[in-house]
């Protein structure tokens, strides 16, 4: 039997817990907020991550999980300000690591470096390199924590399958021998262009395109086949560079 806590004070603390993550004040609360019921039923069913129930006023729905932990049911109003994405279905409240892993080593394949600050493109290339089986996936200092809920949001849920590592620095790379593998419209054209057997992709922030700080240390130049236009979203030609390295590496 779950334990029901209802709560109808935007004074609650909990509640402002809840507030400041939504706000991406997630490695400061320690949690993040799910939405979404297909994501919230199978993450509430996976004991690598503790997690609790939001449910709105009046749900009466069994939720798998919510046996023997308290569920915290909100009043309507209040549900409505975290259930920020208009879902309707309860949101699971998930603890998250208050720091990334320190730069995990690469021993073969692709690595994604994600240097990107907006959440939302952050969490739809962890999607996509999830579903193109890359082993790892670094999110360099500057970029966007990869569980605000926008970045969870926008993965589907990825991020909590994908072996993430912080990447404090691009020199970490060089010194492993890591190759930079950079997306640039002077780079060898993709139909021609050798993915090392380990090397670490490297896509460019819209604007200011590779970090200045990449610059220094060696690098592929890879291009991808375009017309018409100036460049690809960061997040499609990031998806469009996976899938030359997967169809290459299915062909072995």
């Known amino acids: 039997m779950n334990r029901l806590t209802f709560i109808e004070s935007d004074q609650n603390p909990r509640f402002k817990r809840w507030k400041k993550c939504l706000k991406g004040q997630v490695r400061k609360t320690g949690v993040t907020l799910v939405s979404g019921e297909k994501v919230t039923l199978e993450l509430a069913q996976n004991p690598q991550w503790n997690s609790t ?4 006023e009046g749900w009466e729905i ?7 932990r308290t569920v915290f049911m909100l009043s309507k109003e ?6 920020s994405f208009g879902t309707g279905h309860p949101l699971l409240e998930v603890e ?6 320190d730069s995990l080593p690469l021993d073969s394949g692709m690595a994604l470096v994600v240097p990107f600050q907006d959440p939302r493109n952050v969490g739809a290339v962890i999607r996509t390199a999830v579903g193109m089986g890359i082993p790892l996936i670094y999110i360099w200092e500057s970029g966007a924590y990869p569980f605000h ?3 969870v949001r926008a993965s589907a849920g990825a991020v909590f ?6 990447l404090p620095s691009f020199e970490v790379l060089n010194d492993r021998g890591i190759p930079l593998v950079v997306l640039e419209a002077e780079g060898t054209p993709a139909g021609e262009f050798v993915f090392p057997d380990k090397c670490a ?21 890879v291009s991808l086949p375009m017309a018409n236009i100036e460049s690809y979203n960061a997040t499609v030609a990031t998806a ?7 169809t290459r590496r299915d062909r072995i």
Request: net charge negative; no cysteine; hydrophobic share 45%.
């Open 149 to 151: 809920p926008l970045a």
């Open 201 to 221: 992709l490297l896509p460019g922030i819209e604007g200011p395109g590779i970090p200045e700080e990449a610059l220094n240390f060696p690098m592929l130049r």
């Open 53 to 56: 129930w939001l449910v709105p």
């Open 62 to 68: 069994s939720l798998p999980g919510s046996q023997d």
């Open 240 to 246: 469009l560079a996976l899938y030359e390295w997967r």
């Open 78 to 83: 209040l549900f409505s300000e975290v259930d």
């Open 96 to 101: 998250i690591p208050e720091a990334l892993p």
């Open 161 to 166: 399958q994908a072996r993430l590592s912080r």
